[in-house]
């Protein structure tokens, strides 16, 4: 297929036959993913390639992902890492600052930038991903399980393998809804959403597994009615980020 068809069949997997993705096939993908762009050049990423069974199962279990990680041929952890930067600065004699909301949204888009890099590339080659966000449930514990230091936070989690089925690609919002010219233009959304509901609606009754009786406007309003994981500020602190 081509970039574009790659980009426009895109559906999360969730489980694998189990075949195991050989070293040199993920060393072949991160290095595909490391020419993504970079704030500034900072590279402020670093992925753990988890291989042993005992820290996937618990990263499964904090996650609470367990079965996405049982069949991947593959699972990663995607970190936002000031550290490496910290030992740059060391070499000149400065202690770089770190602890700024500034440099805690550039490590984030650094590392979805690198981690999509990462997904086209795997999924060129046949292979199928699914981003675990559960990777924030318990960021404490699993920073503990890793060995993450100061400046080094999980992002999400990534699971990646030959799929034991392809998933119908999910609708997304219409090409109107996030795209304004010139201006914002917040009153196109209530035709617009009416319209993206009704699709969802179609898309969920008719899919081929886990039908259900939902739209996107209701589903939003119930991830989003209060705060999620509370507990990532202060996580955050504790990992040196301050948001100063």
């Known amino acids: 297929m081509s970039v574009k068809e790659i980009l426009r069949s895109h559906s999360s997997v969730r489980k694998y036959t189990g075949e195991p993705i050989p070293k040199e096939k993920v060393i072949e993908l991160i290095e595909t993913a490391q020419m993504a762009a970079s704030s500034h050049f900072v590279q402020a990423y670093s992925v753990i390639w988890i291989t042993d069974e005992e820290k996937k199962q618990k990263l499964g279990e904090l996650s609470k992902n367990e079965f996405q990680f049982k069949t991947a041929g593959a699972s990663f952890l995607f970190c936002v890492d000031f550290k490496r930067l910290q030992k740059a600065g060391q070499k000149h004699g400065v202690e770089i600052v770190a602890d700024s909301a500034e440099n805690v ?5 650094d590392v979805g ?46 699971t990646i393998g030959t799929p ?10 219409p090409v109107e809804a996030v795209l304004h010219e010139n201006e914002y233009d917040v009153e196109k959304y209530d035709s617009l959403l009416d319209e993206y509901d009704s699709i969802m609606e179609n898309y969920y009754a008719s899919r081929s597994s886990n039908n259900k009786i939902a739209n996107w406007t209701k589903q939003m309003a119930d991830f989003l009615i209060e705060q999620r994981r509370p507990q990532i500020k202060e996580f955050l602190a504790s990992k040196g980020f301050n948001w100063k």
């Open 105 to 109: 949204l550039v490590g984030v888009a």
């Open 113 to 158: 930038i690198f981690a999509q890099n990462f997904v086209i590339a795997a999924e060129a080659e046949g292979y199928g991903i699914c981003y675990i966000g559960g990777a924030r449930n318990n960021p404490a514990e699993i920073s503990e399980l890793f060995n993450l230091p100061e400046y080094v936070f999980p992002l999400f989690a990534m």
């Open 164 to 173: 034991t089925k392809r998933n119908e690609t999910k609708p997304r919002l």
